[in-house]
């Protein structure tokens, strides 16, 4: 009896409300995976940089880099939501839950939440809210996406529009805070830099001096690092026949963008959420990326040793930080040139003096 095993992933009109997806296989993650990522992105983030330094600062062992382990969480939804994706389009209320330290398993479900399809009727707009679990079955690490998706058949008939609502930033009751001791406050001794939260400003601009050039091998890597198998990312046959290149993940650009930007935010503990993310513009091998920052609010976390601060980055390519322009509060991301690539809004800890 023949048997179908053909895997061609989700097109649009496969998805409903509702429905729930648990995501293959499981993946425990290495000091070799953070290893890769450092060889990757160039990440010199002090906490995850050494054991010492970790230990110095309060804690019994260095975790992994927070967006290695988004990367590879997201990766785990690709095969289920994005594998006939059109674009990645953006992100909601992301939160670190726990650390993630070498040994650690993780494993992902998503929920559809929404769906919308595109009045060319050729594709659709679908919405998951993602949860990676470590193997004691904690939370480590939640989200939601929004990503356009393929239809299988354009003439299918699809639900009504649901859009769902999502906060436009996240919390700062819903964010951790108790992992950090006063001990934390040491770090200026390990970078030999002496800013802390106390030391930043709102409205402030922190151009970030370095630039990496995106090599095709870098991006293959880092998909490959992920296992994200999205057809943009691999398949260039593909993507050449449909007179395109193959697209540079966009986590990869948020994580060479974060490195870039360990210059003026090198006391920084760890991510506390992303509160909203755009890839404005597609990037490919070859573009070279810089960013900057602006400091868009400072939180009291209830502790005096800790602090967040509210930041909003702006990647480009192909230009100088000092070119970077950043729009009004609330301003459409069509008002970015083509340059911009990435516009990020996130949530660092740091400790305060």
């Known amino acids: 009896m023949d048997m179908e095993k053909c895997r061609?992933?989700?097109?649009?009109?496969d998805f409903r409300v509702g429905m729930k997806i648990r995501h293959a296989t499981p993946r425990t993650l290495t000091e070799g995976d953070r290893s890769l990522y450092i060889g990757l992105t160039g990440s010199r983030a002090a906490l995850c940089t050494a054991e010492t330094n970790a230990r110095d600062l309060g804690m019994e062992r260095r975790p992994l880099e927070d967006l290695l382990v988004f990367n590879t969480a997201f990766g785990?939804?690709?095969?289920?939501?994005?594998l006939n994706a059109v674009a990645n389009l953006g992100y909601a209320e992301v939160r670190f839950l726990a650390h993630v330290y070498p040994g650690d398993t993780l494993a992902v479900e998503s929920e559809v939440i929404g769906l919308k399809e595109n009045t060319s009727g050729k594709s659709g707009v679908v919405y998951v809210r993602s949860m990676a679990r470590n193997q004691h079955g904690r939370e480590v690490l939640s989200w939601v996406r929004w990503v356009m998706v393929h239809k299988r058949d354009h003439g299918a008939a699809c639900a009504e529009a649901?859009?769902?609502?999502?906060?436009?930033?996240v919390p700062s009751a819903w964010m951790r805070r108790d992992d950090y001791t006063a001990r934390v406050r040491e770090i200026t001794a390990m970078t030999g830099f002496a800013d802390l939260w106390d030391d930043y400003a709102v409205g402030?601009?922190?151009e970030h001096p370095g630039a990496m050039t995106i090599n095709d091998s870098d991006h293959s890597i880092a998909t490959r690092l992920y296992q994200n198998t999205a057809r943009a990312h691999f398949d260039g046959h593909a993507m050449a026949a449909g007179g395109g290149r193959r697209l540079v993940y966009g986590g990869h650009i948020i994580s060479v963008?974060?490195?870039l930007s360990y210059d003026g935010l090198e006391n920084a503990l760890s991510i506390l959420a992303i509160n909203g993310g755009s890839h404005v513009n597609p990037t490919y091998a070859g573009d070279t990326i810089a960013c900057a920052t602006q400091v868009i609010e400072k939180l009291d976390l209830g502790q005096g040793h800790l602090g967040g601060l509210r930041l909003r980055m702006i990647g480009v390519k192909n230009v100088s930080a000092a070119s970077i322009a950043f729009p009004a509060p609330g301003e459409s991301r069509t008002a970015h040139p083509s340059s911009v690539v990435l516009d990020l809004d996130y949530t660092i800890a740091i400790p305060r003096r």
């Open 8 to 13: 061609s992933g989700n097109y649009f009109e």
């Open 76 to 82: 785990k939804t690709v095969p289920d939501i994005s």
């Open 162 to 169: 649901v859009v769902p609502a999502t906060q436009a930033v």
């Open 204 to 206: 402030e601009r922190i």
């Open 257 to 259: 963008c974060r490195a």
